[in-house]
């Protein structure tokens, strides 16, 4: 078993996946060389701040409807949840639900808790917060700080057990373990799978767990998914702790993201039985073939499947054969995370586009169950190889590529990303809702989406008149990668260049 719930906590993915953050060059030499075992990541002698692990394990902790968060941390740590309470207000938005908050209490912690504990400050935190939101389990996220000082934040929820009758679960997801936000994705999941969820009283064959994010276009999946008789269960964000505790009773589970169903999904199947559909992401006509034949497959719903299949593409054919004329060798630049970055370039590719650089801000060089991600070894296996590069979300970077490459549009998926290929005057595509492509349908809209960004670039053309960038012009001389060194020196260097 590769995922082991008697660990108190998730390794890292450095350590379990052999991610990296660091590295350019092309796809196949990438995956040919994580298939090898050869793949070392690089360093940067000079990088921006970027997001922690801490921000993804809340992210997704804050949003089971009846849990609250305690983050016994310094009070900035806590600022990710800002974000959070809006996604919460729109996805209880989008399901007709009544708007509220997430429940969630940071023990703020300061140089006094730093230098004697926080102990008082944690047990403080965890009875407030079951006094104020009466939460059937309250989880504690770890920090730099509650880390570094080596607070016994298990032992604390220990003493707390007789006092608070819910489930008291640790979250080691302290920021400097991790160069990648996704490792906070596994160290929450690890306490779902390990606190939360039970073996299955009755297994229910129509159920099919589907990781995802905030779920906003459900419909789609739930239409394709009940026309083969099967009904799907949306997990993490908008759950109920019950309903986690019996993800055990489905019959399998997918995920829209392979970077954050990896280790939720390897889980469920090693502890509890319940089979990982290892597929493509249903992002374009051949993930969504190799997200469904493969579920068709592990269930036994082949013929219902290849009929559905069959069905979808016809009703699309024409509309895609239009688009597909209008995007023709288009150039485009991605930047998202790893699972979607591999998957959108094959889907962009399906439209046509010629995509000249994936950028993705990290690279697991396998998934849990073993292997390179099933959608970067696909584009692997092309006749064309794609030019791609690993960095946290460096913007610095992605300015000089972009203005280099001068793209016609910049598809990305980071709050915050998409300004920046604007100010450059290209247009930019956020793709900030997971199912913006899902299915034979979403590449369709998604396609119509590119083309109308390409149709009137009046904007970004205007906004770009009138921008100044905050980077010397030094800097916007330089090669994009001036600061990645391949061969991940020993010794860092520290830049005295002003960018
Ligand atoms: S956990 Fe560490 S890296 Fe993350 S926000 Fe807090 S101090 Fe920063």
């Given amino acids: 078993m590769t ?14 996946l052999s991610s990296i953050t660091a590295y350019k060059g092309s796809v196949k030499d990438m995956v040919q060389k994580a298939g090898g075992c050869g793949l070392k990541g690089g360093e940067r002698c000079f990088t921006q701040t970027t997001s922690c692990s801490l921000g993804c394990a809340q992210g997704q902790l804050v949003m089971i409807q009846d849990a609250a968060v305690v983050g016994h941390s310094a009070i900035g740590c806590g600022s990710d949840t800002i974000q959070s309470n809006i996604n919460k207000r729109r996805g209880h938005f989008s399901r007709e639900w ?19 504990g926080g102990k008082a400050k944690l047990r403080e935190g965890v009875r407030e917060a079951y006094r104020r939101f009466n939460p059937k389990a309250i989880f504690v996220t770890t920090s730099c700080v509650s880390g570094i000082i080596g607070e016994d934040v298990s032992g604390i ?13 640790p979250v080691h997801c302290e920021g400097f373990r991790s160069r990648l936000w996704a490792s906070g994705f596994d160290a929450a999941f690890h306490a779902i799978l390990s606190y939360i969820v039970k073996p299955a009283e009755k297994k229910r064959p129509e159920l099919v767990n589907i990781i995802n994010f905030a779920g906003i276009g459900r419909a789609q999946v739930t239409r394709l998914l009940n026309r083969i008789g099967l009904v799907p269960q949306f997990i993490v964000q908008f759950t109920t702790l019950d309903q986690l505790s019996r993800l055990s009773e489905a019959a399998a589970t997918l ?14 199947e090693e502890h509890f039985g ?39 593409k016809a009703a699309i054919a024409q509309e895609l054969a239009e688009l ?36 993705s801000w990290h690279f697991d060089q396998r998934h849990d169950y073993g292997e390179v991600p099933a959608a970067a070894q696909d584009l692997s296996e092309w006749d064309k190889d794609i030019p791609v590069s690993v960095s946290e979300l460096q913007i610095f970077e992605i300015i000089n590529l972009l203005r280099e490459l001068k793209p016609d549009v910049y598809v990305c998926r980071h709050p915050g990303m998409a300004i920046w290929a604007a100010k450059l005057g290209i247009p930019a595509i956020f793709v900030s809702d997971e199912y913006q492509s899902f ?34 012009n030094w800097w916007l001389e330089q090669d994009a990668f001036k600061y990645l060194d391949e061969a991940a020196p020993s010794s860092k260097v520290r830049s005295k260049e002003v960018i």
């Fill in 3 to 16: 995922i082991n719930l008697k660990a108190t906590e998730a390794k890292v993915r450095e350590n379990r």
């Fill in 255 to 268: 995920s829209f993201c392979g970077t954050l169903g990896s280790y939720l999904a390897t889980g469920l």
């Fill in 324 to 359: 597909q004329t209008k995007l023709n060798g288009k150039r485009v630049v991605i930047g998202m995370g790893p699972s979607f970055a591999q998957n959108y370039t094959r889907l962009l590719d399906e439209l046509g586009m010629d995509v000249v650089w994936t950028a």
């Fill in 439 to 472: 299915g034979y349908q979403g590449i369709i809209s998604f396609g119509s989406r590119i083309a109308d960004a390409l149709a009137n670039p009046t904007f970004v053309r205007y906004l770009a008149s009138k921008i100044k960038l905050p980077y010397t």
């Fill in 157 to 169: 929820l220990s003493e707390l057990e007789q006092e608070i009758p819910v489930p008291l679960v």
């Fill in 98 to 116: 009544e708007l509220t908050d997430i429940n969630y209490i940071n023990t703020n912690m300061t140089e006094e808790a730093t230098v004697f």
């Fill in 274 to 312: 319940v089979p990982y559909i290892k597929s493509l992401q249903p992002h374009g006509i051949a993930g969504t073939d190799s997200w469904l034949r493969e579920l068709g497959r592990v269930l036994g719903k082949e013929d219902e499947v290849e009929a559905l299949i069959a069905e979808e």
